[in-house]
């Protein structure tokens, strides 16, 4: 090989990487690199600062001691650590932890820890309420308030990983409030942040995005490079009973839908999830099994089944049994699939049920440990 073509298929992609790199910090942490500007530091500054909060997980900046004095004084004055306050931790019988946050300006949002075997799952929110109004889920009553920034996704996940120490998160679902695909820029940016090796350095395969159904960003991220993993709520596969419990479903038909979930897969060659809350009377019925099996032949479809976590909307959970039933009948007509526990019902921690509606400050309930 010549040596100007080496150098150029070798030497200019990590230049562009350490750019991307860069470029990502001063994204992540633009007020911290406004000080550092003004104060003419060296550009080594920002990564330092970066690594401190990203895989220091420090909770204010005299704690990154890679940082001079002066300099730490005017962080903390200019560009405080802290964007998120823990207003209150609960803790589940099975061990579930939720955060309640009061964002700067005033909102409440939820993030749960579900401890499960080896696994330490982080589950974030990414609006603070959400606009796409699904009439089974609690977080959907609320409207929408504003999208999260990247900052404040992200530190959900230290602020977990703080409080679960020495124990590590070990997966991040992107699966509380919010449809993560409104605010697609913040939410990648977070999630490219808790990939990064010089940020959280949590594998991207350990990582998965929720969606109701976006078309055109399942596409943009099916273009991703990160091996990000992907979950599409279906909910049931007839359109008119989707448009009834989905308002997005009147956005894009279900053809659309799975036209773009064909192209995730053959793109990313990853397995795709789909969603499905088991609803009592709406979508349990043994047409909806035989029509999903229709719909989702495909080698990398798979199908997660949960029963419906109460919520103040009018629906009820298909019963055990039943769910059961419906899981052994997928399975018969070649489904990949599985019911998935619920966890941390008993303090609303459970999927859907998230809606920052406890304002009382209880203090922080200590981590039971095993
Ligand atoms: N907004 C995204 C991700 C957050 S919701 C989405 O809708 O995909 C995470 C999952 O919980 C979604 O599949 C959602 O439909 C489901 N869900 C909402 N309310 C629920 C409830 N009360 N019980 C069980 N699952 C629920
Ligand atoms: Fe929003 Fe997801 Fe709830 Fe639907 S299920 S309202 S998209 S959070």
Redesign the pocket.
Known sequence: MDAAFYRSVCIIPSRTRRGEKALRAKEFIPGVERVLKNRGEPAYRLKQAYGALCGGLARDWEEATALPKGLRVALSAEAPVAVLELTRTSQATDGTRKYLFKTHDGHLIETVMIPERSRRTVCISTQVG?P?G?T?????LLGIKRNLKAREIAEQVFAAARDIAPERVTNVV???????FLNYKEVLLALKVLNDKDGFNLAARSIAV???GLVDKIRRFADEPEQFHL???L?TPFEDERKEIMPVASRHSIPELMSAARYYVERTHRKLFF?Y?LLAGVNDDKRHVETLAELLDHPLYHLNL??????N?G?AATPKQEAKEFLRYARELGLSATLRP?RGQDIDA????LAAKDLQPRGVVPLARA
């Open positions: 959400c796409m699904c089974f889920c609690a977080t959907g992107v699966m509380g409030m919010g449809e993560p929720s969606t109701s979950a599409i709520s909910h969603e809350t949960l029963r419906f976590n109460w919520t909307t629906f619920s459970a999927c859907g049920q």
